[in-house]
């Protein structure tokens, strides 16, 4: 925090208040660093903007890949990068979930960074195999009822959304499921058309090319309403489970410090690009939904997301290990 008051007390010192560096920004291509590696679901939200995001801003954005101990790499870097506006940050669920997975963490969300605005948010679907004897999350939760911690489910790894997803899930149903990690959704996604693990609880996208390969049944959508991509699967509410959100999201911060002024010029161009039917488009394709909260709202969004799942995290005895 010091360091950046001596970078933003700098600028002062040359006769650029607040106001004025403000009116000055932005002057050279602006850096979004991802913590994610290409074609993420946090990369897909950038690059969808990438092209449009100039026209509002005057300048280029560079995406900067981060990927690397489930994000933790990418947003340290966003923590540590100057407060001069030049350098954006991708957050997600697992950014907000990672300081409860580990004893410590090398940034503080409300510490380090000002919420801009939140892109996207993702309504995962549950899968079962074919073959399970489940077609219904009501069949699910009976079958696994009777075989107490024998059916599997898969993630892409420890703490993970799908991971946590799944634990919230099966608290809430009261049954026990034995977790199968692996690197990612897709892979396990793979191993369940294969009939490897029972249950897995995968992003619409890869959900939507689990189902297009078949060997697998969609149970429920953890989403407010029906999605039209997939119109004969019930909601989790529909399911029987009303006030269970398992969505993941996508957002853009900044280092504690950025000017207000320029923190409000982002959010409009950000805005003003969400609204972009090319860019709606293209993040619908990766199986997204454009947000658009921003501002106070989505500060308080990101904490309260921090602490529901801490919860879950707590009460599962969940770790990143």
Same mark, same amino acid.
């Given at each position: 925090?010091? &360091?950046?008051?001596?970078?933003?007390?700098?600028?002062? @010192?040359?006769?650029?208040?607040?106001? !004025?560096?403000?009116?000055?920004?932005?002057?050279?291509?602006? $850096?979004?660093?991802?913590?994610?590696?290409?074609?993420?679901?946090?990369?897909? !939200?950038?690059?969808?903007?990438?092209?449009?995001?100039?026209?509002?801003?005057?300048?280029?954005?560079?995406?900067?890949?981060?990927?690397?101990?489930?994000?933790?790499?990418?947003?340290?870097?966003?923590?540590?990068?100057?407060?001069?506006?030049?350098?954006?940050?991708?957050?997600?669920?697992?950014?907000?979930?990672?300081? !409860? #997975?580990?004893?410590?963490?090398?940034?503080?969300?409300?510490?380090?960074?000002?919420?801009?605005?939140?892109?996207?948010?993702?309504?995962?679907?549950?899968?079962? &195999?074919?073959?399970?004897?489940?077609?219904?999350?009501?069949?699910?939760?009976?079958?696994?009822?009777?075989?107490?911690?024998?059916?599997?489910? @898969?993630?892409?790894?420890?703490? %993970?959304?799908?991971?946590?997803?799944?634990?919230?899930?099966?608290?809430?149903?009261?049954?026990?499921? $034995?977790?199968?990690?692996?690197?990612?959704?897709?892979?396990?996604?793979?191993?369940?058309?294969?009939?490897?693990?029972?249950?897995? #609880?995968?992003?619409?996208?890869?959900?939507?090319?689990?189902?297009?390969?078949? $060997?697998?049944?969609?149970?429920?959508?953890?989403?407010?309403?029906?999605? !039209?991509?997939?119109?004969?699967?019930?909601?989790?509410?529909?399911?029987?489970?009303?006030?269970?959100?398992?969505?993941?999201? %996508?957002?853009?911060?900044?280092?504690?410090?950025?000017?207000?002024?320029?923190?409000?010029?982002?959010?409009?161009?950000?805005?003003?690009?969400?609204?972009?039917?090319?860019?709606?488009? &293209?993040?619908?394709?990766?199986?997204?939904?454009?947000?658009?909260?921003?501002?106070?709202?989505?500060?308080?969004?990101?904490?309260?997301?921090?602490? $529901?799942? &801490?919860?879950?995290?707590?009460?599962?005895?969940?770790?990143?290990?």
């Amino acid at each position: 925090m010091q &360091r950046r008051q001596l970078i933003v007390g700098a600028g002062l @010192g040359l006769g650029l208040g607040p106001l !004025a560096f403000a009116q000055e920004w932005p002057d050279r291509a602006i $850096r979004v660093i991802v913590p994610g590696g290409p074609g993420s679901p946090a990369d897909v !939200a950038i690059r969808a903007m990438q092209d449009v995001l100039p026209k509002h801003l005057g300048q280029a954005i560079v995406v900067d890949n981060r990927a690397g101990g489930q994000g933790i790499i990418g947003v340290e870097a966003v923590a540590k990068s100057p407060a001069d506006g030049y350098t954006l940050g991708l957050i997600n669920l697992q950014t907000a979930v990672a300081p !409860a #997975l580990r004893a410590k963490t090398p940034f503080d969300l409300q510490r380090d960074f000002v919420p801009v605005v939140q892109l996207t948010s993702e309504s995962p679907v549950l899968l079962a &195999r074919e073959g399970l004897g489940a077609r219904t999350l009501a069949e699910l939760v009976a079958l696994a009822k009777k075989q107490p911690g024998q059916l599997t489910f @898969g993630s892409a790894g420890a703490g %993970t959304p799908s991971h946590l997803g799944m634990a919230l899930l099966q608290r809430a149903a009261g049954i026990e499921m $034995r977790h199968v990690p692996y690197r990612t959704v897709a892979s396990a996604v793979t191993d369940l058309a294969g009939g490897t693990v029972d249950v897995v #609880l995968a992003g619409s996208a890869a959900a939507q090319q689990g189902l297009n390969g078949g $060997r697998m049944v969609p149970l429920a959508l953890s989403a407010p309403q029906r999605k !039209a991509s997939f119109p004969s699967v019930p909601t989790l509410a529909e399911a029987g489970f009303p006030g269970i959100d398992l969505r993941g999201w %996508t957002g853009i911060v900044v280092p504690t410090g950025v000017p207000a002024a320029v923190t409000a010029k982002l959010a409009k161009a950000f805005a003003a690009a969400l609204t972009q039917p090319a860019v709606i488009a &293209r993040i619908e394709t990766s199986g997204a939904e454009v947000s658009g909260v921003a501002g106070a709202a989505f500060q308080a969004f990101v904490q309260s997301e921090a602490q $529901r799942w &801490r919860k879950v995290v707590v009460d599962a005895k969940i770790t990143a290990d």
